[in-house]
């Protein structure tokens, strides 16, 4: 069945941004943050996280929906040799854990868990703050889409480094629509305008149609 097109506009709203204590949905994706060294900065980047071997939650990313938070790691370094990232997190199943020696605090992944999260002000004694944690236990579910604070010039130079390595992955990906850009797939069809005969693609963003309706 074909579509008469006129027209439309996507818009995009950003509802991956989680306020303290918002539970996450397992399967989606959340902008989330990440503190780390100056000097480790470009490696993560180019290559990726390095798990933790240990943790509170065990093994895993250790990573953080608040800002202020991640901005205060790495411990016992200066402000000004501090990178935090912003990252694009694909949590999968998550496991909360609430409680003292919760039986799958450290072996979540075991267990079929993809991320573990400690809620804001659980009672567990383990964390007097009572701020909350989030561990990601494979680190190709954590993307770097910016940096959220460092030096203007580490900033500058991190920026430019991102730009690279997306362009690179972009051109590494094969069968893009050359409409919209994106990966082709059995479903996705170009046709042309019903108004103006432009060729046109359903996935692209926008489509401003020269036809008028009389």
């Given at each position: 069945m074909s579509v008469e097109f006129y027209g439309w506009q996507v818009i995009y709203e950003d509802k991956g941004h989680l306020k303290s204590g918002q539970e996450l949905q397992s399967g989606s994706g959340y902008?989330?943050?990440h503190g780390t060294h100056k000097n480790n900065a470009a490696n993560i980047i180019c290559s990726g996280f390095v798990p933790s071997k240990d943790g509170l939650l065990g093994p895993g990313v250790y990573i953080s929906r608040d800002m202020n938070k991640a901005r205060a790691y790495p411990k016992q370094i200066a402000a000004q040799d501090r990178v935090v990232f912003k990252l694009k997190v694909r949590v999968g199943k998550v496991k909360k854990i609430d409680m003292d020696n919760h039986p799958l605090q450290t072996t979540w992944h075991q267990n079929g868990y993809d991320s573990a999260w400690i809620p804001p002000k659980c009672g567990m004694m383990c964390i007097p703050s009572g701020k909350e944690e989030d561990c990601v236990w494979d680190p190709k579910r954590i993307t770097v889409v910016d940096i959220a604070y460092a030096d203007d010039q580490v900033k500058k130079d991190l920026r430019k480094l991102i730009r690279?390595?997306?362009?690179?992955?972009?051109?590494?990906?094969?069968?893009?629509?050359?409409?919209c850009g994106?990966?082709?797939?059995?479903?996705?069809?170009?046709?042309?305008?019903?108004?103006?005969e432009k060729v046109i693609c359903p996935f692209m963003s926008k489509h401003v149609c020269k036809q008028r309706r009389k």
């Amino acid at each position: 069945m074909s579509v008469e097109f006129y027209g439309w506009q996507v818009i995009y709203e950003d509802k991956g941004h989680l306020k303290s204590g918002q539970e996450l949905q397992s399967g989606s994706g959340y902008t989330m943050y990440h503190g780390t060294h100056k000097n480790n900065a470009a490696n993560i980047i180019c290559s990726g996280f390095v798990p933790s071997k240990d943790g509170l939650l065990g093994p895993g990313v250790y990573i953080s929906r608040d800002m202020n938070k991640a901005r205060a790691y790495p411990k016992q370094i200066a402000a000004q040799d501090r990178v935090v990232f912003k990252l694009k997190v694909r949590v999968g199943k998550v496991k909360k854990i609430d409680m003292d020696n919760h039986p799958l605090q450290t072996t979540w992944h075991q267990n079929g868990y993809d991320s573990a999260w400690i809620p804001p002000k659980c009672g567990m004694m383990c964390i007097p703050s009572g701020k909350e944690e989030d561990c990601v236990w494979d680190p190709k579910r954590i993307t770097v889409v910016d940096i959220a604070y460092a030096d203007d010039q580490v900033k500058k130079d991190l920026r430019k480094l991102i730009r690279q390595q997306t362009m690179a992955k972009k051109e590494k990906v094969k069968g893009q629509c050359d409409i919209c850009g994106f990966q082709k797939y059995s479903s996705h069809l170009t046709q042309r305008c019903w108004g103006c005969e432009k060729v046109i693609c359903p996935f692209m963003s926008k489509h401003v149609c020269k036809q008028r309706r009389k």
